[in-house]
């Protein structure tokens, strides 16, 4: 039987022809926003997926912009830490940085160093998954300062642009288009 929780999400995503940019079509997420049962809906449904992979978790990722939207209402609810990835020259301190190509553009992500310890478990969280640039740009920076990746998980799957092919760690989601 379909998860209802699911298809209220499902239900409250709308798609914007052309944005940002002609041939894009838009998936936007904030209508799930607006609602406060919905948005409980989507986070219980993140955590169920993240405890069905995992045991333990010691941090959750969450990647710039829409990452942060449900990342620390996870790291919250599993009682563990949140921290960003985030585009070029936002975080301060020493940083670890890599460049990575978008469905609609070219960026730079940085995570600071020393906020993953080495072994730590950890879940990359995310909105969507298009080409899958983004995620292998953040598993990069997340191996590099030492994190064990148990998971990487988008609320939204793109799933004709094979973005789950760059991202060798696996990618789980929970929406397909
Ligand atoms: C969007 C989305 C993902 C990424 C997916 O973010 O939130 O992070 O694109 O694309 P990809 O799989 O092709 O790499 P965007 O870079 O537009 O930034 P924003 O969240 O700051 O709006
Ligand atoms: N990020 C990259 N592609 C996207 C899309 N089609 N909808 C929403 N966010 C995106």
């Given amino acids: 039987?379909?998860?209802?929780?699911?298809?209220?999400?499902?239900g409250a995503v709308r798609g914007f022809p052309d944005f940002p940019k002609p041939g894009i079509l838009f998936r936007d997420i904030f209508p799930i926003l607006r609602d406060p049962s919905l948005l409980k809906d989507l986070c219980s449904l993140m955590l169920d997926h993240i405890r069905s992979k995992t045991s333990e978790v010691d941090v959750i990722v969450g990647l710039e912009a829409r990452g942060f939207l449900f990342g620390p209402?996870?790291?919250?609810?599993?009682?563990?830490?949140?921290?960003?990835?985030?585009?070029?020259?936002?975080?301060?301190?020493k940083t670890e940085k890599v460049e990575y190509i978008l469905e609609y553009g070219k960026d730079v992500f940085e995570i600071q160093e020393g906020?993953?310890?080495?072994?730590?478990?950890?879940?990359i969280v995310d909105d969507l998954l298009a080409t899958g640039g983004t995620m292998k740009a953040a598993c990069e920076l997340v191996k590099k300062v030492g994190g064990d990746i148990k998971d990487c998980l988008v609320v939204i799957e793109l799933s004709d642009l094979k973005g789950r092919d760059k991202v060798p760690e696996g990618c789980s989601s929970l929406i397909n288009y």
């Fill in 73 to 93: 209402i996870l790291a919250m609810e599993l009682g563990c830490s949140f921290v960003p990835i985030r585009k070029a020259g936002k975080l301060p301190g």
């Fill in 1 to 10: 039987m379909a998860d209802e929780r699911l298809s209220r999400v499902k």
């Fill in 115 to 123: 906020s993953i310890l080495k072994g730590q478990k950890v879940v």
